[in-house]
């Protein structure tokens, strides 16, 4: 069994409540925080993919 990464399990976990905040901020009709989690969240996500191709 691989060694669970714990910071980059973090990582996916920070992203995925970006992306629940998008549907949350969407619910509440709030324009300034979709665009802001939408950018949180991708942002994170395209870090969380140049430290694992850092690593291979």
């Known amino acids: 069994m691989k060694k669970l990464n714990i910071p980059m399990l973090l990582l ?3 992203v995925i409540g970006m992306f629940v905040g998008v ?3 969407i619910a509440y ?3 300034w925080l979709t665009v802001l989690f939408l ?3 991708f942002t994170l996500m395209g870090t969380g993919i140049r430290l694992k191709k850092a690593r291979e």
């Open 39 to 41: 950018l949180l969240g």
């Open 23 to 25: 549907g949350a901020a």
């Open 29 to 31: 009709r709030n324009t």
């Open 12 to 14: 996916a976990m920070l």
